[in-house]
């Protein structure tokens, strides 16, 4: 069969998803049937990686498979897998063939499933991590990863979150805080944070700065970097547009560190336009493939997150699309041999409300056995800008489920007297106020517990009232109190309020007078929100507009989208747009006269500006991630040069060659300081005519919602 044929088939004999569409998927589900009736009677051995896509991550992953199970497996069909792993010996017959499975042909079988066939699946398979006792991904593990974000990547309110979900018997997985700020200086910075919670209260569990894997290989001169971080992809396509590198490149950075922590997640490369033809479903095998064949070549410690939820309404629009992903995702990664868990997650413009994820994550957790959930403080992140789990919701999961957290975590909690003697929270445990005063006490001061532990309620009680949920305690069955239910449903309306929303004429006036309005080739809003491509590209009318802006090519192009929310451009606008212009030109610089302001437009508006005017540098200023109580402006800075001097201008440019400055609001990066780091990053692009994760110092993750 050819790989045309193939690749359609496998997009028709998915569950429906958005998607899907992309990749040749259909809503008709006689067609779907279809399509699993002729997938059915296909052999595995028609199922290598390099069927579908002949790149570097299909070499890795014929690399990463054993050959003589391989050759054993190639003439069962796909049924005949379904049929070997849902028998009575199917967990026992997975573990043993495995690693003769192709990523492609784990794919498949998937389709084949029903969401009870999956469950039961995902219910029978455990790859524990070495160790005695109850160890991650164990039968009898769920844990967690203490997710502490912070907006301005402040470390009083990361260690205070920290101390929170501590209190609530969260973190034996990971301690991993999402950098607002992905420099160098900041990573080197929150590693030794990290590492000095860990240390200093003795906890059994591990941390990490999820930057990417180059800038985590330069913050290890700086700091003692643990866990290496990256996000994987199913294409080369893919990674480059992430990291700039390909499966080998990532392989010879993962090999020095000692543990490595991979996310994945439905839809990144369709979002990102790097699918090759190939589904989402299979493509996220994919990238559990990969992860197994980083694992196989530096034999570090390993897991794995499946980031369901994460990119919007282009991918997942319903509950039950997203129950489905979650569910294909971690029975693809425990057959790929790996522990994993899920962040089951949602953006504000996918529109599942509060209430309707949570009840999701219950079923996932009931229905999926992950090894373990993401854990924060409230169900909204203060810096991604998305919905996900609780620390008041592991106690009560771990009660349902009668799963406890890792033993050597386990024991601490104990010894610190936060978890009883029966395994669950301690009647009169110490509360995040008390493990601060713990933590303070063994760095060396001499105040006295009580007097530390006052401190602790007093920053609390600030961080509180400047809207953090932390403090609070919980209700009847570690229910939110009425008050953060209230202040959950307050953040989903402002935020779904904030995705409507328009940049106001008046700031334009004061902040970017004479500027230019375009629109890009959405109809209107629903097709932007629900279709990212049409943000990307302005239309023919105005981009013939751009085009006869200027007659010499601007050295500075300033572009103004609404992005997500364009509440925080008309926030934060005025204070920021000013001082850039005026320190730009200070520096010798020279701006555009007319900034080009884009209704409906997303980062690759930008590119499509940059190519029609010339420009050698474009300054993107998006307003973003509505939902995190702030209204965040970002900036992506973009040099549109080759070393030749050659325009490298085009839509389609991959994100890794862009460097952004995010988090920019009142509340967190003030927009007059977040002005100074976009100008002095700007002369580090000029001086080396490179932008992105070339540009020393490197570039942020790129987030595909946007």
């Not at 008709?28 to 290598?48: H, I, T, Y």
């Not at 369901?308 to 979650?326: D, K, N, Y």
């Amino acid at each position: 069969m050819e790989a045309d044929g193939l690749a359609l088939m496998l997009a028709r004999a998915n569950e429906f998803k958005e998607g899907d569409l992309e990749t040749g998927g259909t809503r008709d589900g006689e067609e779907r049937m279809e399509a699993r009736s002729a997938l059915s009677g296909v052999r595995l051995g028609n199922l290598g990686p390099t069927a579908l896509v002949d790149d570097g991550v299909s070499e890795a992953l014929a690399s990463s498979l054993d050959r003589e199970l391989a050759v054993g497996l190639s003439r069962l069909t796909v049924a005949k897998l379904k049929a070997r792993l849902l028998g009575p010996k199917g967990a026992a017959w997975a573990s043993h063939h495995s690693p003769g499975l192709s990523s492609e042909a784990i794919a498949a079988a998937v389709k084949l499933m029903t969401n009870d066939e999956l469950s039961a699946l995902s219910l029978s398979l455990f790859n524990p991590l070495p160790g005695g006792g109850v160890t991650i991904g164990s039968r009898g593990h769920f844990g967690s990863r203490i997710q502490p974000n912070s907006p301005g990547d402040d470390e009083e309110e990361i260690l205070l979150t920290i101390m929170e979900g501590l209190s609530y018997g969260c973190g034996d997985v990971l301690i991993g805080v999402n950098p607002a700020s992905d420099d160098v200086e900041t990573i080197a910075r929150l590693e030794e944070l990290l590492r000095w919670v860990r240390d200093r209260l003795a906890l059994p569990t591990r941390y990490c700065v999820l930057s990417d894997i180059i800038k985590q290989a330069a913050a290890r001169e700086r700091a003692a970097v643990e866990v290496a971080f990256q996000s994987l992809a199913g294409t080369s396509a893919a990674l480059r547009g992430m990291v700039g590198l390909d499966a080998v490149e990532i392989l010879e950075l993962a090999r020095e560190f000692p543990g490595l922590y991979f996310e994945t997640g439905q839809g990144s490369e369709v979002a990102g336009g790097n699918a090759a033809g190939v589904d989402m479903v299979t493509l996220e095998s994919r990238t559990y493939g990969l992860a197994r064949y980083l694992r196989r070549e530096t034999g570090a410690w390993t897991i794995v997150n499946d980031v369901s939820g994460f990119i919007g309404p282009e991918v997942f629009r319903t509950e039950e699309q997203l129950l489905r992903a979650c569910l294909e995702d971690i029975v693809m990664a425990k057959l790929h041999g790996l522990p994993a868990g899920l962040d089951v997650c949602s953006t504000f413009h996918m529109g599942i409300e509060p209430a309707a994820l949570k009840r999701l994550t219950g079923l996932v957790v009931e229905k999926a056995a992950p090894a373990y959930l993401m854990a924060i403080a409230g169900n909204a992140d203060p810096m991604l800008g998305l919905m996900t789990t609780s620390f008041r919701e592991h106690p009560a999961y771990r009660e349902r489920t009668g799963r406890a957290v890792a033993t050597p975590m386990l024991k601490r909690f104990t010894e610190l007297g936060v978890v009883g003697p029966g395994g669950g929270l301690a009647n009169g445990r110490p509360r995040a106020d008390s493990l601060y005063a713990a933590y303070v006490k063994a760095r060396g001061e001499v105040r006295s517990f009580e007097a530390l532990r006052r401190e602790g309620e007093k920053k609390l009680g600030e961080l509180a009232g400047r809207g953090f949920d932390l403090g609070y305690g919980h209700g009847p069955g570690f229910a939110s109190p009425p008050e953060m239910e209230e202040r959950m449903g307050s953040i989903y309306r402002n935020a779904r309020a904030a995705l409507y929303s328009s940049i106001r004429e008046e700031v334009l006036r004061d902040a970017s007078p004479g500027c230019v309005r375009v629109r890009t080739t959405a109809a209107d809003r629903e097709e932007y929100l629900s279709t990212p491509r049409s943000g990307e590209e302005l239309r023919p009318v105005d981009a013939a507009r751009v085009a006869s802006l200027y007659t010499t090519r601007p050295e500075v192009l300033l572009v103004i989208s609404d992005g997500l929310n364009a509440n925080a451009v008309n926030e934060n606008l005025r204070s920021f747009l000013p001082p850039l212009k005026r320190m730009l030109l200070e520096s010798g610089w020279s701006t555009g006269a007319t900034d080009v302001v884009v209704e409906n437009g997303r980062v690759r508006a930008g590119y499509h500006a940059g190519e029609l005017t010339g420009a050698r540098l474009v300054v993107h200023l998006i307003g973003e991630r509505p939902g995190t109580g702030l209204d965040t402006m970002s900036a992506y800075l973009t040099y549109g040069y080759d070393e030749a001097d050659r325009p490298r201008w085009s839509t389609s440019l991959e994100h890794s060659r862009t460097t952004a400055v995010c988090g920019i609001n009142r509340g967190a990066r003030d927009p007059a300081d977040g002005a100074v780091e976009v100008s002095r990053l700007a002369g580090r692009i000029f001086k080396e005519r490179r932008s992105g994760v070339r540009l020393s110092g490197g570039s942020p993750p790129f987030d595909h919602a946007r």
